[in-house]
């Protein structure tokens, strides 16, 4: 059964000046260790920094809630699969919600073109 759905599009360029304004603490305060390292192995690292971002705010989306001031970015990781395929890691406080919620499973789809990134969220139970 489908407990929430979310979706989330990103405008690349406007992420990029955030990320280029806040000289790395918006990067430190929204993607975890290894989002930064997978984004900047890329010919392109705004574009993945961009899907993450689309993938995190659409997860919260997902979850019914948006962003709070009691969200920590950093409680949603976006990793890959061998395949390549993206998957949701929740930790701290969202794992605990997901929990609560009888969340079973997450599917998440990125994509991107040109100077924008969508991502969708399902949260399966």
């Excluded at 192995?41 to 997902?62: I, N, T, V, W």
């Excluded at 919600?97 to 139970?125: C, D, F, M, N, P």
Aim: glycine share 12%; proline share 2%.
């Amino acid at each position: 059964m489908i407990l929430g759905m979310g979706v989330d599009l990103v405008d690349i360029t406007d992420l990029q000046n955030s990320i280029e304004s806040q000289q790395g603490t918006f990067v430190g305060r929204v993607f975890t260790v290894g989002e930064q390292k997978y984004a900047r192995q890329k010919a392109d690292p705004y574009q993945s920094f961009g899907g993450r971002f689309a993938a995190k705010e659409a997860c919260l989306k997902a979850f019914g809630t948006g962003w709070t001031d009691e969200t920590d970015w950093l409680d949603i990781e976006v990793s890959n699969e061998p395949s390549g395929q993206p998957i949701l890691m929740l930790k701290g406080k969202m794992a605990a919600r997901s929990v609560a919620l009888g969340i079973k499973r997450t599917w998440l789809s990125i994509s991107h073109v040109g100077q924008y990134a969508v991502a969708e969220v399902i949260l399966e139970g």
